[in-house]
């Protein structure tokens, strides 16, 4: 964008609040279900059918209310928003209006491209200025000239967060996403799976020359990943550029971004809040949040996953890309930290437990997870316990194993349910610093590389240091494996130096 433009972006984020039944009715709330199977007079707006909140969504909703530090309305409404289309069947949708759940918080986020530690790294704190409570609509499904609505998802119990327009840009917009993502992952209020539907994004963006405040606000709707909340509000904000260059007026309309052609088209245009025409709910009475429902929120509160990130840099030394990939689901980096202190309790030095740990879960951990079809928020199926990490981690530090052989241990530990130092006493994995056994392992495997022994003596000789660390590395390794490999590698090593030595003296 040109530098004497400025762009405001706000977002509004719609979550599935993970609740077994929807807000105001019974009916179960899922997804994938037999369309239309999870109705009732309710939830499809029949006369007379009467509405009751659901204490869960309630609850559920202060709990992200808080963690995004809103602050929480003593006395909460509901209003009657009115939204004539096919897949909302009462023709107006339960909402919120004059007394949201929660208003005035925020939410800090890493600004796009920063690195460093916490004392580097460059933050934004984005402004909350509500979250409130409200039913989903149903889905429209087009096929051909014919389109069918699944009301399943109609009544389905929604948080919408809603933020100042802090965003300048289309990759601050997407970094905050992820991060609210992360959030609402970590409370267990919402799978955050975009491609489902349960959690959704719209974006109102205006541009105006730097300085002047707010332009015209364009509203991009429905955007169902964070890469195309950045792609879409790019492209937007190019777009009204362009048309107030060449002498044109931004109009207030809904544009949809079209993923196939890389461009947002206009949806319709743009209706106000009074369009809406909100009126109080006559079937919901107010709802008063008392001293022991606070508590209760209080108390399911977690340490949000960016502080989090931040934390571990700076209380495990690790840099920020591998502290934001431990903390990517909350269930990792429990794993992670339980397997420190663990092998900090078998005596693994505290940056040593550290790193390494780090180390094995973004290689072995990772690879185990990947070939067992789970995620990282899935590490507690695996069958490979924090402790048993902790004990392969230990294995390695204290030497008793080489990192070759550690990864055997883990395979069997974690293919057969067994413990690392059992693996590792029954099979005999434990390294061999007997000078016979490593004499022994070093000359039979000489004597079978006769070829390759001859060369690397050659090249001691003539001073190749490049062609002798090669071979010598060629020859160590060989007989690690004559050993089994379970001879101590520095001991290997200076065996075969010992005989390369004398090998090119001989020449």
Not at 447 to 454: D, K
Request: negative net charge; hydrophobic residues 45%.
């Amino acid at each position: 964008m040109r530098e004497d433009y400025q762009a405001f972006i706000g977002l509004e984020v719609h979550i599935h609040l993970l609740t077994a039944t929807k807000a105001f009715c019974s009916c179960r709330s899922a997804f994938g279900d037999e369309p239309n199977s999870n109705v009732c007079p309710v939830c499809m707006g029949y006369p007379g059918a009467m509405p009751a909140l659901n204490a869960e969504a309630l609850r559920i909703g202060a709990v992200v209310a808080r963690a995004l530090h809103c602050e929480l309305s003593a006395e909460t409404r509901f209003e009657r928003k009115q939204y004539f289309y096919p897949d909302m069947p009462k023709n107006y949708q339960i909402s919120q209006f004059a007394s949201p759940l929660g208003v005035g918080g925020w939410v800090d986020v890493p600004a796009p491209g920063a690195s460093g530690t916490p004392r580097g790294a460059a933050i934004r704190r984005i402004r909350i200025k509500e979250c409130h409570l409200e039913e989903d609509a149903g889905k429209m499904i087009h096929s051909g000239d014919v389109t069918l609505v699944d009301y399943n998802r109609a009544g389905a119990p929604l948080l919408e967060i809603v933020t100042e327009p802090d965003f300048e840009t289309g990759a601050e917009a997407e970094a905050y996403l992820q991060q609210l993502r992360r959030t609402v992952r970590y409370l267990g209020a919402c799978d955050g799976n975009m491609e489902e539907g349960s959690m959704r994004c719209d974006a109102n963006v205006s541009v105006n020359r730097r300085g002047a405040g707010l332009g015209q606000k364009v509203e991009i709707k429905n955007l169902n990943s964070s890469r195309f909340v950045r792609l879409g509000l790019d492209y937007e904000i190019a777009r009204q550029v362009e048309l107030v260059e060449g002498g044109g007026t931004v109009r207030q309309e809904t544009r949809l971004w079209n993923e196939n052609r890389d461009r947002t088209e206009v949806m319709r245009v743009k209706e106000d809040s009074h369009d809406y025409r909100f009126f109080p709910e006559p079937d919901l009475p107010a709802v008063g949040l008392d001293a022991a429902f606070l508590a209760e929120v209080e108390a399911a509160l977690v340490e949000p996953p960016f502080d989090r990130e931040r934390r571990l840099e700076a209380d495990y030394g690790l840099d920020r890309e591998r502290a934001s990939s431990i903390c990517e689901e909350r269930a990792f980096a429990d794993y992670y930290e339980a397997a420190v202190a663990e092998a900090r309790r078998l005596g693994v030095g505290a940056g040593p437990a550290a790193e390494r740990t780090a180390a094995w879960m973004a290689g072995d951990l990772r690879r185990a997870l990947r070939a067992a079809g789970l995620g990282a928020a899935e590490v507690g199926s695996l069958g490979m316990p924090a402790e048993r990490l902790a004990a392969v981690v230990a294995l390695v530090d204290s030497g008793r194993v080489s990192a070759t052989v550690a990864r055997k241990v883990f395979d069997a530990a974690l293919g057969e349910g067994v413990e690392p130092e059992d693996v590792v006493r029954e099979r005999g994995w434990e390294l061999v610093f007997d000078p016979a056994a490593i004499a022994a392992a070093a000359d039979a495997a000489l004597a079978a590389e006769g070829a390759a022994l001859a060369e690397a003596a050659a090249a001691l000789a003539a001073g190749d240091e490049g062609r002798v660390r090669r071979l010598s590395g060629y020859l160590v390794g060989k007989a690690i494996a004559a050993s089994g490999g379970t001879a101590d590698p520095s001991a290997v090593k200076a065996a075969v130096e010992a005989r390369l030595a004398a090998a090119s003296k001989a020449l």
